[in-house]
Nanobody, 123 residues
Framework: QVQVVESGGGLVQAGGSLRLTCAAS????????MGWFRQSPGKKREFVAA????????YYADSVKGRFTISRDNAKSTVYLQMNSLKSEDTAVYYC????????????????WGQGTQVTVSS
């Protein structure tokens, strides 16, 4: 079983930037896709971004495309989410998840989840 721990959340003004970090342990990191999801109060958890095992493919929700960038460092077993031009609607708890295989974009494709990190964007 893999463990993932997110960090980097916080309070930022609209238009600002944050970088989330997710450290994974417990299995060979480079064999699995990684993803970021988020959940706002009263809403279901939604997909934000995902990256394949070799970083050959990245996928984004339409709402963050062009503003967020997912990347990974397999040598450090770490995945990042760079968030730019933040909006108030980006306020949510952000979750990192480890995929069941080398590719995944849906929540069902990810079997190991972190506890989440809060991102609050003030307008």
């Amino acid at each position: 079983q893999v463990q993932v721990v997110e960090s980097g959340g916080g309070l930022v003004q609209a238009g600002g930037s944050l970088r989330l970090t997710c450290a994974a342990s417990g299995r060979t990191f480079s064999l699995y896709a990684m993803g970021w999801f988020r959940q706002s109060p009263g809403k279901k958890r939604e997909f934000v971004a995902a990256i394949t095992k070799s970083a050959g493919g990245t996928y984004y929700a339409d709402s963050v495309k062009g503003r967020f960038t997912i990347s990974r460092d397999n040598a450090k077993s770490t995945v990042y989410l760079q968030m730019n031009s933040l909006k108030s609607e980006d306020t949510a708890v952000y979750y990192c998840a480890a995929g069941n295989t080398g590719y995944g974009v849906g929540q069902a494709d990810f079997g190991s989840w972190g506890q989440g990190t809060q991102v609050t964007v003030s307008s």
